[in-house]
């Protein structure tokens, strides 16, 4: 099984940027393709971005050329870097693992909130 421990979400301006870290616990997070995914209220879960064990990714269309996830395996965390920030970006961002590029996993973490001011 899989611990998750999202950090770094904040306030930022519209035009900002922010570093989402996942931090993993378990020996098989090196194995395991993860995610990110983000909630607004009233909304259901959306993706953004996925990212397999060897590095294969998988963006939503709305974040594309913003958004960048990236792992260090050596280090069990997963990283969001999010540039470009617009209101519309605003929300709660969740880390997922397990599953695959296509699918969602079985593991998540409590989430960080994320608000782009303006």
């Known amino acids: 099984q899989v611990q998750l421990v999202e950090s770094g979400g904040g306030l930022v301006q519209p035009g900002g940027s922010l570093r989402l870290s996942c931090a993993a616990s378990?020996?098989?997070?090196?194995?395991?393709?993860m995610g990110w995914y983000r909630q607004v209220p009233g909304k259901q879960r959306e993706l953004v971005a996925r990212?397999?064990?060897?590095?294969?990714?998988k963006y939503a269309e709305s974040v594309l050329g913003r958004f960048n996830i990236s792992r260090d395996n050596a280090k069990n965390t997963v990283y969001l870097k999010m540039n470009s920030l617009k209101p519309e970006d605003t929300a709660v961002y969740y880390c997922?693992?397990?599953?695959?590029?296509?699918?969602?996993?079985?593991?998540w973490g409590q989430g960080t909130q994320v608000t782009v001011s303006g």
């Open positions: 378990g020996s098989i997070f090196r194995l395991i393709t």
């Open positions: 990212i397999s064990s060897i590095g294969d990714t």
């Open positions: 997922n693992g397990g599953g695959s590029l296509r699918l969602r996993g079985d593991y």
